[in-house]
């Protein structure tokens, strides 16, 4: 069956979001939809300025490539005063900006989804969001947290959580996100219009009642934080529960068929729990997607009847061909459930790694602190890793949203430590900090922690720039609130903002844009440029 998994990965790694390629060009993002798959691997310099969804390419690698941004240049960064004083608006974002270069009036156009379930439209250069066409539109009531019975809940609300994705060729943004007033009645996946918000033919699709098996998709307990993925001309949106694990809820993926969105389909895990719920969402290499699954709630004695700490590959209308080719998970998946080890935590990359045999990779990293790196093509079943490397210690070392590139030295991935002891190079402990693993090529490729950079007060997740693909390579995120930029290949500091940007949610990511570095924050949009 055609994008079950069954022919994965290699020649698809050039596919974009949407399947848009070429198109793009004639909505005004071209190459942005995709550009090349993997960054890490091979990203070229006519990708566009579009920024489409989260962490910028369906791979999920979060680089992007920024020509000004040279490391003699950043040191002159400030920030956008102007435009932060005028990107204010009401509602606490959880969720990354994306942004096109021709969106309302066919001006450049940031688009922000917020928890009181707006999505909101900004000129990119005044950060207006009313007038000139300029939009706001509210896809309904958003629920109270304190409506799902369940443990404190980090942002009050429940309505848009995760990231949108654009289609650029059909010019629309789609969101989810959950419709009630104190309990949660809904869950609803919404297209709308890039230039006034208007609701496309069609939609909503209402996700409440969907079956998987014998699996019916309850709303209550379900909660949406992981950014949406579009491939192939199908909307992947993933599910899993809320803070504290109340409820009968299951790891769920529904898929739409966006130029049918009748043609519906739908994946859920076999146990309870076993979230998909990383803020970064899944993967793909352009004709499948990865999502990770976390810890069941009931403690699954048997895997013949769960799908927890695990790495699925789907396709078509969230159709899994269960495999070992298809999936994957650690040999010590039930200590990981009992510690709350959620593998599920932060989201897989798609990369590829030259020189390599083979040469494209699923790379992932678990709450434990364990980095695991997958053959994407064949993921391998239980205990069928290519490496499995530990990278930090603690029960809840890493929640974050990875990053990564290549360099002369090999590819990086990058991640934050949020509560646990980073292994850094020599045998020291870190502390919280920001570790690169690098990967190098092999048959099969080795890793290793090249750097370790400290972290100080509440951090994000990073992304990576580069000038040309390799050169130049920094990796970004906030620090107690300050802007910071680190040598990608060292670790060491390059740039710190004089300023902070308040309000912005830990699993966040920024977006890099035309020299600007825009991070989305409760209340108000955040810029900074080089000159």
Known sequence: MAGTGNTPGGGAAGANTGGAAGAAGAAGAAGAAGGSMAGSGGMTTGEGDAVLERNHHPSRDGHYLQPKFTKAAIATMVA?????????FTGKVWSSPVYVPNGVGTKGTFYVATMNNDVISFDETTGAHTGSGQWTKNIGSAPSATGVNCGSDEANS???????????????????????????????????????GTERAGWPVNVTGMQSGNTTFSAPPQNQRSALSLVGGKLYVAYGGHVGDCGNYHGWVVAVDTADPTKRGAWASLGQGEAIWAAGGMASDGTSVFAITGNSTVGASARASSDSEQVIRL??????????????????????????????????????????TPANYIAAVAKDGHFYLLNATNLGGMGGHVIDLKVANGAMAIRTSPTSYRTAKGVHFVLGTENGVALCPGGQAGGKSMISVLITAGSPPTAKVEWCSPLGGESTSPIATT???????????????????????????????????????????????????????DGHLCSWSVP
């Not at 956008?80 to 204010?88: L, M, P, S, Y």
């Not at 007033?181 to 809904?186: D, G, S």
């Not at 070992?324 to 510690?339: G, I, R």
């Open 315 to 356: 396709g078509g209308l969230a159709v899994l061909a269960r495999s070992d080719q298809n999936l994957y998970f650690p040999a010590s998946w039930k200590t990981m459930d009992s510690q709350d080890a959620d593998f599920g935590t932060n989201n897989p990359i798609y990369l590829n790694v030259p020189g390599a």
């Open 467 to 521: 000038t040309d693909g390799t050169n130049n390579a920094l990796v970004w995120y906030t620090s107690g609130g300050k802007l910071t930029a680190v040598d990608g290949d060292t670790g060491t500091n390059v740039f710190t903002s004089a300023n902070s940007c308040s309000g912005i949610r830990r699993w966040t990511s920024p977006i890099a844009v035309k020299g600007r570095i825009i991070y989305g924050a």
């Open 80 to 88: 956008d005063t102007a435009f932060n004083g005028t990107a204010t």
């Open 158 to 196: 429940l309505g848009i959580r995760s990231t949108p994705v654009i289609d650029p060729v059909s010019r629309t943004i789609y969101v989810a996100g959950a419709i009630g007033t104190n309990n949660i009645a809904k869950h609803e996946i919404h297209a709308l219009s890039l230039d006034d």
